[in-house]
């Protein structure tokens, strides 16, 4: 394509990061997305961005998802063209929306996996005294089941987040948005064991709540690597990573509580629809409430016994 529309291609990833304050890797994947696109309008003849029209675009889409692309994938990739679209619009970039006769393809919605009442518990129970990491380790993972944190932003903690006095961790998370998260008392108990452990060994002026043994922030991929060490310690004879326990504390909480709502806002989800996935997880721990409490399946379900 024309030296102009890569310019506006890394313009746009610009406004990305520090316009809109999106995090690396979802820059990242914006512009992977764009990039092929990119390349597949210059070996098609498209040199510039106001030449691709919805037919070009389908056509794209048909081809990605014949090499192999899913249904998400795919979703995905328009989303992020959508966003370029819509920001070149406003710059003459492109003339007219391209996008606007494209549809995503429909995608069949999984359940995400989850760990019942009896894992979560099993597997953050972790002996403190088996030294400075399990006291670290235990911390987190209560933390994570505690208070629903995605893994980005237990990772990124900072000391001044916590307020154990009175349970509460404020988090940034998706769109560089902030939340104020409650902390259950098991959490509280663990955090602040892992702080009076930490005094000793952290580095002056470490800001970061979860360290390593060289007092550098424990990473991403070092939180993961922990999770997993624990899941098998414990015995758990499934794949268990941040996330996980992140939909163990949507279930529980909504089939404890049954609101919605207040799910949606601890887990800081901008759209209810993307909540609205945990209600149909356990269906049939909703059945068994419903015949247990209400009047008519108590009466069907005694007249059944009967016959």
Sequence with gaps: MTPGADDARRRFLDHLAFERRLSPRTVASYGRDLAALAEWCEAGGIGAWADLDGLALTRYLAVRHGGGLGPRSLARALAAIRAFVRWGLKREVFLRDPTASVR???????????????????LVEIDPGEGLEACRDRAILELFYSSGLRLAELAALDLIDLDLAEGLVQVTGKGDKSRIVPVGSKAREALAAWLKARRPVAAEGEVAVFVTRRVTRLSRRGIEARIAHWARRRGLDRRVYPHLLRHAFATHMLESSGDLRAVQELLGHASLSTTQVYTHLDFQHLARTYDKAHPRAQRRRRGDDED
């Design 104 to 122: 995503p393809p429909k995608m069949r919605r999984t359940l995400p996996a989850t760990l019942d009442v009896d894992e979560a518990s099993h």
